[in-house]
């Protein structure tokens, strides 16, 4: 699986970004998809994943009720809307496939990833 992230941007606290990644390669029936965030000095943290099959979801505590992950079948293509944003989101968001449909929080469930989009919230 190829993955190919898009969407990053400079935005004012309270803006909204929403971030694309378009799979390819293969079919995603039996996949989960993830996004997960890596701010500068920290570590990469899980923000929020996808079953592909049943379209079940989860998300980290800190971006509950202001993101949303979501995806589009005809497009191979998960996305991640951004709302509210705060200067805290600021990151390098990156997508990830796993096998399996399973929506870990596990980053090393993780076996394919997709190079990084900057997101950055002015105060």
């Known amino acids: 699986v190829q993955l190919q992230a898009s969407g990053g941007g400079l935005v004012q606290a309270g803006g909204s970004l929403r971030l694309s990644c378009v799979a390819s390669?293969?079919?995603?029936?039996?996949?989960?998809l993830g996004w997960f965030r890596q701010a500068p000095g920290k570590e990469r943290e899980f923000v929020a994943a996808?079953?592909?099959?049943?379209?079940?979801?989860s998300y980290a505590d800190s971006v509950k009720g202001r993101f949303t992950i979501s995806r589009d079948s005809a497009q191979n293509t998960v996305n991640l809307q951004m709302n509210i944003l705060k200067p805290e989101d600021t990151a390098i968001y990156y997508c990830?496939?796993?096998?399996?449909?399973?929506?870990?929080?596990?980053?090393?469930?993780?076996?394919?990833w997709g190079q990084g989009t900057q997101v950055t919230v002015s105060s």
């Open positions: 390669g293969r079919t995603l029936t039996n996949n989960a």
């Open positions: 996808l079953s592909w099959r049943g379209g079940s979801t």
């Open positions: 990830a496939a796993k096998e399996g449909v399973v929506a870990s929080m596990t980053k090393i469930s993780y076996g394919y």
